[in-house]
């Protein structure tokens, strides 16, 4: 799925080493090799198979670090040319030479793991390359070094990754932010950051983070879901589909609301794919996870504070001045703070085919969300004008859920329709109706359309997006057993 780049690569040649690195030092750049994620379970039957499966993991690793030396010392890489293949290949021909000098009983297999783990370190994101390379994953956390947990097809897992000590991993994430200019250090102990193929990764160090670094990241890999997929994974119906490209391509605004990790910006990803090309559109993200396919984007993403506390630009300075770049579309990843007012005015002001998530739980507790948000921004506005805003401002709520069991699902489409009096009034139009959980403890339910035809259908058609009103009728669209 992800070709023969793996997503973590970022060549960086490593700097001569002289010895393993003091844990705590400052983080220089590939140096010294971890541990395996093939280390043998740690549970075994008696104390001395465990002594003699831990020391064998410590030779094992003690002859990692003893070849990665050798290659750093035997090659100049910052002198090496080619691209990044013929590179590895040059240096696996190195390794492997290496590996025979060494006086060690390996077999096949581990010659192989032994080699392919020191290219990890030297090319790669180390231990986590595995993972990486691994494109069922969506998240993968690590809290300290001796802890990883990979999601992967909705369940979490603890793994046998480690890496060898705080130091280690510090320099893989070090390895990680650099790569997009930004640092992680006692001055900057939280940072947020990407990796090449768009995965998000977000660390905390200590003293922050208690039990050694904590990292974060958020795969998509290098091929995001698409609406395929989302139909093969009973995420949606086909005729929410259209319902939603229609809403799209008509210029509606639509808010995507959901809880952590609910899935909000791979279905803002697929939603700004029905954008049509002719289209200007403007991008604005913490840390760039869209990938748009249209050919006209311009790509905004801000900018932490330097050393000194200066220089930090935001959302909501993106947003404004996105404003004076002539868009015709623009999307915001996530709304969370002053910038979710200015989003409401640009969507009001011309703007219309917007398209921003929020952080909230149900399509209702969006409006409450916002009013908490503008509110806490400083802005004193009444209550009222802020729902008013965002009743003329957004057209259609999305809700994205990961139900029980991990699968996730859009279990609403909703429109605004108005006011009335001071209440925002909305209709659902299509919903996940969850009516239990099956034997695998996966959700069960089916999508209804609620038979209530959105307002606005007159004007998407005067744009061209002529709907079957077939998908109105009350019906059960698509039922789902959970397997
Ligand atoms: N419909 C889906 N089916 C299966 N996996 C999905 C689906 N939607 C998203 N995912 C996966 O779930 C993970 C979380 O998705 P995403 O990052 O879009 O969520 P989010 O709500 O934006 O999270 P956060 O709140 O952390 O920003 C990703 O790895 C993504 O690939
Ligand atoms: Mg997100």
Redesign the pocket.
């Known amino acids: 799925m992800f070709g023969k780049k793996m997503p973590g690569n970022i060549v960086t040649p490593p700097k001569p080493a002289s010895g393993p690195p003091a844990s705590g030092a400052a983080p220089a750049l590939s140096q010294g090799p971890g541990s395996s994620v093939a280390s043998p379970p740690k549970k075994s039957g008696s104390p001395s198979k465990g002594r003699a499966s831990k020391e064998k993991i410590e030779q094992f690793n003690g002859l990692k670090m003893r070849l990665h030396r050798k290659l750093i010392d035997q090659l100049d890489l910052t002198r090496m040319v080619g691209d990044e293949d013929t590179l590895r290949e040059k240096v696996k021909e190195v390794l492997s030479q290496l590996a025979d000098q060494e006086n060690t009983l390996l077999n096949f297999n581990e010659r192989q793991r032994l080699i392919s783990e020191v290219l990890d370190e030297t090319f790669g994101l180390g231990p986590l390359e595995v993972t990486l390379s691994d494109p069922s994953v ?2 993968i956390l690590v809290n300290g070094p001796k802890q990883v947990y990979v999601e992967s097809n909705g369940k979490l897992r603890l793994t046998e990754i480690e890496f060898r000590d705080n130091a280690h991993l510090m320099r893989v994430i070090d390895k990680i932010v650099s790569a997009v200019g930004r640092r992680c250090d006692e001055t900057c102990p939280l940072v947020d950051a990407r990796l090449e193929d768009g995965s998000r990764v977000n660390a905390v160090i200590p003293p922050l983070a208690i039990d050694g670094a904590s990292m974060s990241i ?3 890999g290098a091929d995001p ?1 698409t609406w395929e997929d ?1 139909i093969a ?1 009973k ?1 949606v119906t086909p005729e929410i589909r259209d319902f939603l490209a229609a809403a799209v391509n008509g210029h509606m605004n639509v808010l995507v609301v ?1 809880g ?7 279905l803002l990803n697929n939603l700004s794919g029905f954008i049509p090309e002719t289209e200007r559109i403007v991008t604005i993200e913490d840390a760039a996870e869209l990938q748009l396919r249209q050919p006209h984007v311009v790509r905004l993403e801000t900018r932490p504070a330097n050393i000194e506390g200066k220089g930090r630009i935001s959302i909501r300075d993106l947003l404004i001045n996105s404003l004076r770049m002539r868009p015709d579309r623009i999307v915001v990843g996530e709304c969370r703070g002053p910038e979710t007012l200015d989003m409401l005015q640009a969507m009001n002001t011309g703007h219309d085919g917007s398209l921003t998530t929020i ?1 909230a739980n149900s399509t209702r507790d969006a409006v409450a969300r916002v009013e908490t948000m503008v509110m806490m921004a400083g802005f004193e506005l009444p209550l009222r004008a802020i729902r008013q805003q965002f009743a003329s401002a957004i057209n259609v709520i999305v809700q ?1 859920q990961r139900l029980t069991g991990g699968a ?1 699902k859009i279990v609403a489409v909703t429109e605004v329709t108005g006011m009335e009096g001071d209440v925002i009034t909305m209709q659902d139009i299509f919903e996940f109706e969850q009516t239990g959980v099956n034997g695998d403890g996966r959700a069960v339910g089916q999508f209804v359309s609620t038979g209530i035809r959105p307002s606005f259908l007159e004007r998407l058609k005067s744009c061209g997006c002529d709907l079957n009103p077939d998908i109105f009728t009350r019906r059960v669209l698509m039922a789902d057993d959970g397997s």
Do not use: E
């Open positions: 969506t998240d958020r795969r998509f879901l989302y994974f995420s959901g952590t990790g609910s899935g909000k910006t791979t952080h994205a996730r």
